[in-house]
């Protein structure tokens, strides 16, 4: 198989819909906002009807910043798509090469670009060059929708795992007890992934998540989240 045929099949190759990064960030999104609201109620003076409001307003929350998550991640992907249309459409525009090496330079973060050096940048633009300018398509795809639906998911269902101990348990203050623990729990896990994924300290992630989660509820809350 020839070189180009294997690019090709290489590009076509489908991406995870979120990378590891993407589904653990939005899960921790959904979990603080669905903690802003169960760390407001009043250990001393709620009852089922606060209990019940509280679920509600919770859950109606997260759907609305999840849809709005969901349509954010959309642009998010449209306009990369389009930086990077733009990009190869410039390069094969009949840029001179010091002017293809910069561009290829912009678009890569500052330690990618240090370590190609200028003849690494060199390449790129000459890869990118190989490849014949890609024809006008739809900037949105039904992978991109799906991860769309994804990024809504995970922040919605953020909410369940800390509003559940309050449909359990009906004495408030220990349903507010497990639900804190629960979601300390979520929060060190998300943190583990994340180191694992990075790979550094998995521990040290874990518990630097669920501390900077703690610390960010008692904020928001005092703010008025």
Not at 5 to 19: F, H, T, Y
Not at 21 to 46: D, H, K, N, P
Not at 192 to 207: I, N, Q
Request: aromatic share 6%; hydrophobic share 55%; with cysteine.
């Amino acid at each position: 198989m020839s070189e180009p045929a294997a690019d090709r099949e290489a590009n076509e190759k489908p991406a995870p819909v979120l990378d590891p990064v993407e589904r653990v960030s939005e899960i921790i999104f959904g979990l603080l906002m669905a903690m802003t609201f169960t760390g407001s109620l009043s250990v001393a003076t709620a009852g089922r009807e606060e209990v019940r409001t509280m679920l509600l307003t919770a859950l109606g929350c997260n759907l609305a910043w999840g849809l709005a998550d969901a349509v954010m991640y959309l642009v998010r992907t449209m306009t990369d798509r389009a930086r990077l249309r733009t990009l190869r459409a410039r390069i094969h525009g009949g840029v001179d090469a010091a002017t293809g090496r910069q561009l290829v330079a912009e678009a890569l973060p500052q330690a990618i670009e240090s370590a190609l050096g200028l003849e690494g940048l060199e390449l790129v633009r000459k890869r990118v060059l190989a490849h014949a300018a890609q024809p006008p398509r739809p900037l949105l795809g039904w992978s991109d929708f799906k991860g769309a639906v994804g990024v809504f998911l995970f922040v919605v269902l953020a909410t369940f795992p800390v509003v559940i101990p309050f449909i359990l348990v009906k004495e408030t203050g220990l349903a507010l007890r497990l639900s804190n623990a629960v979601a300390l729990a979520i929060l060190f896990l998300a943190g583990w992934m994340l180191g694992r994924h990075a790979g550094s300290s998995r521990w040290g992630s874990g518990l630097a998540m669920a501390a900077t989660g703690a610390v960010l509820i008692v904020a928001i809350i005092a703010l008025g989240g």
